[in-house]
């Protein structure tokens, strides 16, 4: 009986290490997503900035436009909706952005620093084959 009870111990261990190994890899992956999706978000965020600001150049030279006889109401009107689009993208693009930081800081247990450097995979080995993969893991 004890060699059954020895042997169950000894796959219980295996058990209990796959189980702290699988814990591992999704604590790994989801630091690796959170941080990337900080990263991505602030960029659209950013994109989304600069959007906002041409459009808001592009209404001013239509106002200047129609003033001066060039073009019609409808096209200054079609700006101004154009610009409240950007703007709407861009309230959006900050609540992403947010989300993400608080969802990197659940993840890491502190907010993000202000510059993220992107994530460099270039020395990163991938195995090629399952069986690579199981022998890294």
Do not use: C, W
Request: net charge negative.
């Amino acid at each position: 009986k004890s060699i059954a009870n020895l042997k169950s111990a000894d796959k219980g261990i295996i058990a209990a290490e796959a189980g702290f190994r699988n814990s591992l890899n999704e604590l790994i992956l989801n630091t690796v997503k959170a941080y990337q999706d900080v990263i991505t978000a602030r960029e659209i965020y950013q994109n989304s900035l600069s959007y906002e600001e041409a459009m808001k150049k592009h209404l001013e030279q239509s106002e200047t436009k129609f003033e001066a006889g060039e073009i019609t109401k409808t096209e200054v009107s079609k700006m101004k909706s154009a610009l409240a689009s950007a703007s709407t993208q861009k309230e959006n693009a900050f609540g992403i952005m947010k989300n993400a930081e608080t969802s990197f800081a659940y993840v890491i247990g502190s907010m993000p620093e202000v510059h993220l450097a992107a994530l460099n995979l270039k020395n990163v080995e991938i195995p090629s084959t399952f069986e690579e993969f199981l022998v890294l893991t």
